[in-house]
């Protein structure tokens, strides 16, 4: 439907062009991470990112000042991600494979372990320096039309499209 | 410290329906990302934009209706973190982050959902990212008082 309509409004062949994969899977899904984050911020005021798990968990191991300041939250933020996962896992069952069959509902990325790995160790710096990640930022920073998330969204948004192009014109493999 | 106790559970509810829509909108998968970046498909606009105006009606109405959340007595306000130079080096660390992995950290969770075991290489990457910085930036501050207390 949502598809449909956007094909109506732009013309086939631009939404092929733009949109390989249609709009609404990426609409949808847009929504329900809004959801997500209007549910948790309707019953507690919280507008949670998903950044600051990795600090928080981190102060169960270490007793640092940059961890330990975030030990009261530190245990529903570990909920918060094992909902983000267990949502994750109900879709992959849904959708990947057969529906509601644990037999061939896994799927895994082709990008190379040390792309994962190094970018990762920079996503890990990187949130934590920069006050918030795509959800923190992205989500719930741009939903609050703060200016400093709309800077941070801009600024890693750019970056990493100038990444991804230069790697990418590199010619280095997934 | 006592908490309703529909606190947790709700926190586990908008869990599972962020993680679900990652998984549906496929950003739980780097190659997506990496598309997306490479202006090979657009449609990720459409995750963040859709997840921030949802949100942002809420941030913005919410506060009108009524002055606290009703499971902690939290005031509704807006997410307002205050802009200084890390905002830019971080951003920019994060980016170059996310273009050579397609991987962040909510879409990262929600990729080890999906059954992506491999996305443990970069969770592991970002707990070690997120030490280090936090050694490097404890070192003064562990003789001063703890910085600003975080939400609870």
């Known amino acids: ?174 | 410290m006592s908490r309703h106790p529909l606190f947790m559970p709700l926190i586990l509810v908008g869990g599972l329906v962020f993680g679900f829509g990652l998984g549906f909108s496929h950003m739980a998968r780097p190659e997506v990302v990496l598309d997306f970046l490479t202006f090979d498909d657009f449609g990720l606009l459409f995750v963040m934009f859709g997840g921030s105006i949802v949100a942002g009606i809420a941030f913005w109405t919410l506060p009108k209706l009524r002055g606290s959340a009703p499971l902690t007595g939290r005031p509704y306000g807006r997410r307002l973190k205050s802009f200084d130079r890390d905002v830019l080096v971080g951003g920019s660390i994060f980016g170059v982050g996310w273009g050579l992995s397609g991987i962040c950290p909510g879409a990262a969770y929600a990729s080890l959902g999906v059954g992506n075991w491999p996305i443990l290489y970069a969770i592991g990457g970002m707990f070690v990212g997120a030490y280090a910085q936090g050694v490097w930036r404890s070192r003064d501050a562990d003789d001063a008082p703890a910085a600003a207390p975080s939400d609870d």
Request: aromatic share 10%.
């Open chain 1, 1 to 174: 439907m949502i598809d449909a309509a956007a094909a109506d409004l732009l013309g086939a062949g631009t939404v092929d062009a733009l949109f390989p994969n249609g709009i609404s899977r990426y609409a949808i899904g847009g929504l329900l991470v809004g959801l997500g984050t209007v549910l948790i911020y309707l019953g507690t005021g919280i507008t949670a990112g998903a950044s600051t798990f990795l600090e928080s968990t981190l102060s169960y191991v270490s007793g640092r000042s940059r961890f330990a300041q975030y030990r009261a939250s530190r245990d529903w933020r570990v909920v918060f991600t094992l909902g983000i996962i267990g949502g994750a896992a109900v879709y992959a069952l849904i959708y990947q494979g057969d529906p509601w069959s644990i037999a061939d509902s896994a799927w895994t990325t082709e990008v190379s372990p040390w792309r994962l790995f190094l970018g990762g160790i920079l996503v890990g710096i990187g949130t934590r320096v920069g006050k918030g990640c795509t959800s923190g930022h992205g989500i719930c920073g741009v939903g609050s039309v703060s200016r400093t998330s709309l800077v941070g969204v801009a600024t890693f948004l750019v970056v990493a499209i100038v990444t991804a192009n230069a790697v990418s014109a590199l010619g280095v493999g997934l």
